[in-house]
Structure formats: structure tokens, C-alpha cells
């Protein structure tokens, strides 16, 4: 299948792109199987399946980061770059169309950064000092959550997706003859 055969879909699934990176910066990124077995999520919710769960949820919801801000942000600029790709009389600038695509790959690229820090050290991430100092424990505070495995794969997905958009195809040239 030829890049002009799917570009028409590039730029809607872009959109789509971005804005579940924006659904998934609220999703848990980082869940803990011991004790309270914790679930926090990218901006720093905190909810606990133990026993006492509310005084444990206010306990660590005072001292969580929220790494997912920046996705956030990023899935923001993915949705209204690609958004503004689609719209029809910007597509027939073809600087302009390079100059999105470059927006939206350079966000996706950050995303990834900042997931790829956070599926490294969740807890160090998701936690502040405080937690984690107090915490000692034999292995990882907390695992990476589906909703920090969903932002990676999504980010890539736009890195990849976003460079198709500016591809044209060109016409041969004429070689002079002799």
C-alpha cells in the first residue's frame, strides 16, 4: 500500500493519536502488587484495593509528581497540530504541512523522553522523595501501569505517523539530453 493511498488517514488518526495520549496521561502509570497494592495514576492520583484504603490513598496522594502533566501537554499539541493538518486549505501548503509534521514529531519524541524516565524508575517518578525514602522495600516501589505502556507505544506511533504526512510524491525530472 502507497503512502498517497493512506494519507487521507493519516491526519484523523493523528488526531486520534494525541488525544489518547491526553486519555492515557489520566490512566495509572504505576501499580504496586504489595501491601496497599497501589495504583497511581500520571497526574497523581493515588488509589489503594487494601484495607484502610482512604487513609492510604491521603497519605500518598500529598506526596505524588504528576510526570503525565507534560504528556498531557504534548497529546494536546499532537491533537490540534494534526487538526490543523487536516483542514484543507492548510494541506495545500506543502511548507506548512513539513512544519506540522515537524510539531507533531517533536512532541511524540519528548513523549516518549518522559515516558521512558517514568517505565525506568516509576516510583522515583510518581513519588517524591519523601515516599521513597521512607519506603524500603527488596524491589520496585511500583511497576509501570497500562497507562504509561500505552503512552510509549502511542508516542511512537506518532513519531512514525507524522513523517508520512509530508511525503509527496515528485514528479521525475527532465534530464537534458547529451
Same mark, same amino acid.
Given at each position: 500500500?502507497?503512502?498517497?493511498? #493512506?494519507?487521507?488517514?493519516?491526519? /484523523?488518526?493523528?488526531?486520534?493519536?494525541?488525544?489518547?495520549?491526553?486519555g492515557?496521561?489520566?490512566?495509572?502509570?504505576?501499580a504496586?502488587d504489595?501491601?496497599?497494592?497501589?495504583?497511581?495514576?500520571?497526574?497523581?492520583g493515588?488509589?489503594?484495593?487494601?484495607?484502610?484504603?482512604?487513609?492510604?490513598?491521603?497519605?500518598?496522594?500529598a506526596?505524588?509528581e504528576? /510526570? %503525565?502533566?507534560?504528556?498531557?501537554?504534548?497529546?494536546?499539541?499532537i491533537?490540534?497540530a494534526?487538526?490543523?493538518?487536516?483542514?484543507? /486549505?492548510?494541506?495545500?501548503?506543502p511548507?506548512?504541512?513539513?512544519?506540522?509534521?515537524?510539531?507533531?514529531?517533536?512532541?511524540?519524541?519528548?513523549?516518549?523522553?518522559?515516558? %521512558?524516565?517514568? #517505565?525506568?524508575?516509576?516510583?522515583?517518578?510518581?513519588f517524591d522523595?519523601?515516599?521513597?525514602?521512607?519506603?524500603?522495600?527488596?524491589?520496585?516501589?511500583?511497576? /509501570? %501501569?497500562?497507562?504509561l505502556?500505552?503512552?510509549? #507505544?502511542?508516542?511512537?506511533?506518532?513519531?512514525v505517523?507524522?513523517?508520512?504526512?509530508s511525503i509527496?510524491?515528485?514528479?521525475?525530472?527532465e534530464?537534458?539530453?547529451?
Amino acid at each position: 500500500m502507497s503512502v498517497e493511498r #493512506i494519507r487521507p488517514l493519516l491526519w /484523523p488518526a493523528l488526531v486520534v493519536v494525541g488525544l489518547a495520549i491526553v486519555g492515557c496521561a489520566q490512566a495509572s502509570w504505576g501499580a504496586s502488587d504489595q501491601g496497599a497494592q497501589l495504583q497511581v495514576s500520571g497526574l497523581g492520583g493515588v488509589s489503594a484495593r487494601a484495607a484502610a484504603t482512604a487513609d492510604v490513598e491521603v497519605a500518598f496522594s500529598a506526596h505524588t509528581e504528576r /510526570p %503525565a502533566l507534560l504528556t498531557l501537554v504534548f497529546g494536546i499539541i499532537i491533537a490540534l497540530a494534526a487538526l490543523l493538518g487536516w483542514w484543507k /486549505p492548510f494541506r495545500r501548503n506543502p511548507i506548512g504541512v513539513l512544519v506540522v509534521s515537524a510539531v507533531i514529531t517533536a512532541a511524540g519524541v519528548a513523549t516518549i523522553v518522559v515516558a %521512558a524516565m517514568v #517505565i525506568a524508575d516509576p516510583a522515583g517518578h510518581l513519588f517524591d522523595a519523601a515516599v521513597n525514602d521512607a519506603i524500603q522495600t527488596p524491589g520496585p516501589l511500583l511497576s /509501570p %501501569a497500562w497507562g504509561l505502556i500505552a503512552t510509549a #507505544i502511542l508516542a511512537v506511533a506518532s513519531v512514525v505517523l507524522a513523517p508520512l504526512t509530508s511525503i509527496r510524491r515528485g514528479r521525475p525530472r527532465e534530464t537534458a539530453p547529451g
